[in-house]
């Protein structure tokens, strides 16, 4: 069995717990039927997944021996602040919890991402040894496929979707590719080199999800939510750049910096009146112009 099951397992617990001891990890994970088989977690295992722990994800697990030999994650910032690694013990941890109940998976609901195991191994593959990939890819608007190299530079994962941003060799400039739209991949044998000024987290820091290179600038937005609305902000920000303003009750008003691109007005169009913009005027005007063609297509109704 692949061992990173276990040890998101290990991580989780130890995290969940504060500080815990051996006996009640092994507890826990006898418990834990799916993985353990119900067997104990033994002291030499556990020391093992320990240094593998370390020499994977960087993650220090220590004993503190005054009090009772308790086990702790010496570094929890080293997760924190890896939105990543954050990112995939999360959804290691999740996958754990529905693995040990299994039996109510008629009752668990999730969503699919398209195409993720198709072809993000490769993908991820090409990456680690900077290798020249060639798609066959097929646009939503067009009739057919076509087939040409890309040099992958990074990935994202967006709405359900993943996408890989790539300098394309034939029109030498970076495009966005979703993998959905992807028949077929093959890493070649050719290198490239990756730019070293190229940063991935600053790529799209202004982007909302994966519109770039479209012309929109970066600017000040300001957003309402209406007293309904707000919490959902509150829990689960927009952007990274969110930040509220004030919360007068009735409603709340969150301000944003990103570029106001097409994906951006899809997003407010989805939650209605529940959401206005304040700021900038230039953005109001295109919430009219696109809330005045909807009304269009309903007035006669």
């Known amino acids: 069995m692949n061992q990173l099951p276990k040890y998101t397992w290990l991580i989780e617990t130890i995290r969940r717990a504060g500080k ?12 834990h039927k799916e993985l353990s088989d119900c067997r104990p977690l033994h002291r030499a295992t556990f020391n093992r997944w ?3 722990i370390y020499d994977q994800f960087s993650i220090m697990i220590e004993c503190q021996k005054t009090g009772g030999y308790l086990y702790y994650i010496a570094n929890p910032e080293d ?7 954050k990112w995939m013990l ?16 008629g009752r668990i609901l999730v969503e699919e991402i398209p195409s ?31 087939t040409f190299p890309i040099e992958p530079y990074c990935v994202r994962l967006f709405e359900n979707r993943w996408y890989v941003l790539a300098h394309n060799i034939r029109y030498d400039d970076i495009r966005l590719y979703g993998l959905d739209r992807m028949e077929n991949a093959e890493v070649t044998s050719e290198t490239f080199r990756l730019p070293n000024d190229f940063d991935a987290e600053d790529y799209f820091s202004t982007a909302f999800g994966v519109v770039v290179g479209t012309g929109e600038k970066p600017e000040r937005i300001v957003l309402r939510a ?17 930040r509220l303003l004030k919360d007068a009750g009735e409603y709340a008003d969150f301000e944003f ?25 230039r953005l109001r005007k295109k919430m009219k112009g696109w809330i005045s063609d909807m009304y269009e297509l309903y007035k006669n109704d």
């Open 20 to 31: 815990i001891s051996h006996k009640d990890l092994s507890d826990k994970w006898q418990r």
């Open 50 to 52: 320990r240094e593998a």
């Open 79 to 85: 997760i924190d602040e890896d939105r990543l690694k």
């Open 90 to 105: 999360d959804s290691f941890a999740v996958g754990n919890v529905i693995g040990e109940n299994l039996s109510l998976k």
């Open 116 to 146: 993720g195991r198709d072809h993000l191994t490769t993908i991820l593959e090409a990456m680690k040894e900077n290798r020249i990939i060639n798609i066959t890819y097929r646009p939503f608007k067009k009739a057919h496929s076509y």
């Open 226 to 242: 209406n007293k309904d609305h707000k919490h959902y902000l509150k829990s689960l920000p927009l952007h990274h750049s969110q």
């Open 257 to 281: 910096y990103l570029a106001p691109t097409y994906d951006f007005v899809m997003k407010l169009l989805q939650v209605g009146s529940m959401v206005e913009v304040i700021e900038p005027a």
